[in-house]
């Protein structure tokens, strides 16, 4: 009762206040320093030029299915000043150092590459993304990204009353706030902080500068707010209000239950049992709602579905984290840091590829709710902590020439963290000649995957492709005796205490031949164990760490980097896989390296033979060693 007695008053207070336009752009009176009539006809007249004469979409927003993503969701902070409880954990979250974080120039950097590649929309997000001292400053220089046609921001309301004109005049010209409750005690209960009454003028202010319309975006949570519904329905009636109810989402930290997850089914039944005649609207293409009006009410109502009924076919969104990875699926662990490689001057052409790489290994949708409840993914604040594993550029020194309109056919790999690749980005450690060159054919679509970031562009790093030896290498000299066993016979470590700390570097590979079908679906990534590669990637780093405790007389070599790298090979339907180890000590890596490339192919074994066990191991052997009294080693 008191949240409809609240509606009533709200919309005497608001009713004659708002102003709107059919294309839902605030309609304002023109201020000072505003746009003169003749320059606003001229901006008309560049933007039906540019609808007309618009160039084919690029190559590299669109990914395999055809998706092409023209909608760029920015978060410009983590930090936030609410506590939600389905967004994060009660006592905070670890936050990102400032350093790690994008600066305006490069949140400006990236967006002006997007936009010219097609993005249209560009929402601006957090944690609380009002909270951020130059949201004004970075809305108006969005504005002048031409091809740019809506910027948006998503916001608590706490902060929106007082900066809403600024951002207007800016060039903000759509809103969605977040509402989970009319009740200001229960909206206590939900945020954990005082507030209500900010969020209520928010809306208020947003209403009497025009935006129509006002999208409220309220979580719907069991036995918390699901007995709201009608009220928030009733909103709609005076006000021109987007009511958008969502259904609860697993992130980190949330304490997600499938118990409190309210379904848009059952919460439209709900509304259809107080208004019968409600209608549904016809959908926008890539819309992520489900819309439906009231007759007779200036507003309407939405449904956001992603666990009951996703809309992953039609999903046209890409994300930047805060500390600028590119998330290309909400639901997804894969990240790629487009920071990392702004900050190694990263051309843009360069960056393009990133991008392309990371859009093109999309899935066709994320996996169904109780698979994503039991994934790892960020916690909600942070996803608009710098995960292990996320995906990085092609280490294929072929692909430097790769055709960008084939980007979709490039599947990305997996990386150690930022950290790590600044430490191998100096080194000196030969790589093996490119499986893609030794085993894929030019026409072959595939999946690769490494275990660190490149160091291409570092003239330092050394390169067997570009400086192998012109001459046939010589054989290894080899001893009169296997060095393994005693004067009596007896098995026995070698002693290398005497011998001197040396730069040692061993590269191995193996061979997996799955068969069609099990190819066909590790190239996919349709497995139901997961992800094979990347499962097979962790696995081949973790067992060069312990090779000692599978190899009986291995010493224990402290390596210094462990990298490895899958790739695809449709002709034979096999995974190529190499492993390079490094170490400074007195005793070599080969070892190390052969178990690695052996204990990932183990792994994907077992991963693909619930599909078939036709699948044969080969070809695990050694392909490069340098380091050593017994001189250098590389494989003709």
Known sequence: MAARLLSRMLQRVWGSSARSCSSGAPVTQPCPGEPSQAAAQELSRRRQFLREHAAPFSAFLTDSFGRQHSYLRISLTERCNLRCQYCMPEEGVPLTPKADLLTTEEILTLARLFVREGVTKIRLTGGEPLIRPDVVDIVARLRRLEGLRTIGVTTNGINLARLLPQLQKAGLSAINISLDTLVPAK???????????????????????????????????????????????????????????????????????????????????????????????????????????????????????????HFCGTCNRLRITADGNLKVCLFGNSEVSLRDHLRAGASEQELLRIIGAAVGRKKRQHAGMFNISQMKNRPMILIELFLMLQDSPPANPSISSWDPFHVQGLRPRVSFSSQMATLWKGCGVPQAPSLAQQWLGSGSSWRHYTSHADSDANSKCLSSVSQAPATPPRPLPTSEQLTHVDSEGRAAMVDVGGKPDTERVAVASAVVLLGPVAFKLVQQNQLKKGDALVVAQLAGVQAAKLTSHLIPLCHHVALTHVQVQLELDSTRHAVVIQASCRARGPTGVEMEALTSAAVASLTLYDMCKAVSRDIVLEEIKLISKTGGQRGDFHRA
């Not at 848009?264 to 107080?274: F, G, P, V």
């Open 187 to 309: 909206f206590e209960f939900i945020v954990r902080r005082k507030g209500f009454h900010k969020v209520m003028e928010g809306i208020h202010k947003a209403i009497e500068l025009g935006y129509n319309p006002v999208k409220v975006n309220c979580v719907v949570i069991r036995g918390l707010n699901e007995d709201e519904l009608i009220d928030f329905v009733a909103l709609t009636k005076g006000l021109p209000l987007d009511m958008r109810f969502i259904e609860y989402m697993p992130f980190d930290g949330n304490k997600w239950n499938f118990k409190k997850m309210v379904s848009y089914k059952e919460m439209l039944d709900t509304i259809r049992q107080q208004w019968p005649e409600m209608e549904k609207l016809p959908e926008e293409e890539s819309s992520t709602a489900k819309a439906f009006k009231i007759p007779g009410f200036e507003g309407q109502i939405s449904f956001i579905t992603s666990m009951s009924e």
